[in-house]
């Protein structure tokens, strides 16, 4: 921010202001000058606090009329190499003359900052992660927030001194996030998209449950369901130790946790099992065997048949 000089009460004395008092790169500032004396022969404007030709940006004769006339400097598109020092010489008609300084701070403007992580693949219990929010950028301030909340007391928790780095210890699943950061100076503020935290965890074993275990053949329906207490997790079939295909009469419900098969075959009898994975492991079910019965034909057709086509054969010899 510009320091500005303010007279002592009841003073006319020479004083400098910003406007606007908070400078961000890229905008315009005005350097004011108050108080300035009224038989005014020519200003002149130096960078720095001393008076030296080599430092002079700008000059005004009265005469001439080439700049303001009320003492104001106007820096265009500012950027952070002017930050630093501005003086005023007045000079007045009786060649007495008086000068002021003041001192800008340019701010940048912040970009949108990113949370980055040193672990992509933390596992449950075991891991440290560390999420830090850049890029890092001077006089700024950086806040977090954890599933749109502010960050709660934990001893898991640690924000560093400057607050741009934080360090979740033994991680959990509930520790995912998301998670937000903030960056902050005088002229900007800028929040980060949401970070989410994968979290690996060994899945529990599920288990497999059927609405039969014997079926007669054509008969149905037959419900498999594939019972896990996981979440975030994919679901496999497999069938005789192989992944399963589905045949006609085969359907997987939309999660997959559900086989139906209707009407049953003779050759859907076997072991089933459901398997449950994430990224970071995979558990199979224990088998489930499924039996399928079906009647046979009865004999006393079998040897009419076979009967019948004897006496067929010795009536076609005959003729």
Request: glycine letters at 6%; charged letters at 20%.
């Given at each position: 921010s510009l320091v500005t000089?303010?007279?002592?009460?009841?003073?006319?004395?020479?004083?400098?202001?910003?406007?606007?008092?908070?400078?961000?790169?890229?905008?315009?500032v005005l350097l004011l000058a108050h108080n300035v004396t009224e038989n005014l022969l020519g200003y002149a404007w130096y960078t720095g606090e001393r008076v030296e030709n080599s430092q002079l940006i700008a000059l005004y004769?009265?005469?001439?009329?080439?700049?303001?006339?009320?003492?104001?400097?106007?820096?265009?598109h500012i950027?952070?190499?002017?930050?630093?020092?501005?003086?005023?010489?007045?000079?007045?008609?009786?060649?007495?003359?008086?000068?002021?300084?003041?001192?800008?701070?340019?701010?940048?403007?912040?970009?949108?900052?990113?949370i980055t992580s040193n672990n992509s693949s933390p596992w449950e219990h075991e891991d440290t992660v560390v999420l830090t929010c850049g890029p890092e950028t001077q006089n700024t301030s950086y806040m977090w927030w954890i599933n749109s909340q502010s960050l709660p007391n934990s001893t898991r928790l640690e924000l560093s001194e400057?607050?741009?780095?934080?360090?979740?210890?033994?991680?959990?699943?509930?520790?995912?996030?998301?998670?937000?950061?903030?960056?902050?100076?005088?002229?900007?503020?800028?929040?980060?998209?949401?970070?989410?935290?994968?979290?690996?965890?060994?899945?529990?074993?599920?288990?497999?449950?059927?609405?039969?275990?014997?079926?007669?053949?054509?008969?149905?329906?037959?419900v498999l369901t594939c019972l896990t207490d996981e979440t975030g997790v994919s679901i496999r079939w497999f069938f005789k130790g192989?992944?399963?295909?589905?045949?006609?009469?085969?359907t997987l419900s939309l999660?997959?946790?559900?086989?139906?098969?209707?009407?049953?075959?003779?050759?859907?009898?076997?072991?089933?099992?459901?398997?449950?994975?994430?990224?970071?492991?995979?558990r199979k079910s224990d088998p489930h065997r499924l039996s399928v019965t079906w009647d046979l034909?009865?004999?006393?057709?079998?040897?009419?048949?076979?009967?019948?086509?004897a006496v067929l054969s010795r009536s076609l010899v005959s003729h």
């Open positions: 000089f303010r007279p002592p009460p009841n003073t006319a004395q020479l004083t400098i202001e910003t406007v606007p008092p908070l400078a961000a790169e890229g905008s315009d004769r009265i005469a001439t009329n080439t700049l303001y006339p009320n003492g104001t400097l106007l820096i265009q950027t952070q190499k002017d930050t630093g020092s501005y003086t005023l010489l007045i000079t007045r008609d009786d060649l007495q003359t008086e000068r002021q300084t003041g001192h800008l701070h340019v701010h940048p403007v912040l970009p949108t900052p990113v400057d607050k741009r780095t934080l360090t979740v210890f033994s991680v959990t699943r509930n520790d995912t996030g998301p998670y937000v950061c903030e960056a902050r100076n005088p002229v900007s503020v800028r929040r980060s998209d949401p970070f989410t935290l994968k979290v690996l965890y060994p899945v529990a074993r599920p288990s497999l449950q059927a609405s039969s275990t014997t079926v007669t053949e054509h008969e149905g329906p037959v192989q992944s399963l295909l589905l045949t006609r009469g085969m999660d997959n946790s559900t086989l139906t098969i209707d009407p049953v075959s003779r050759k859907d009898a076997g072991n089933y099992q459901c398997e449950v994975s994430n990224r970071a492991n995979s034909p009865h004999p006393g057709t079998a040897s009419v048949a076979l009967v019948g086509q």
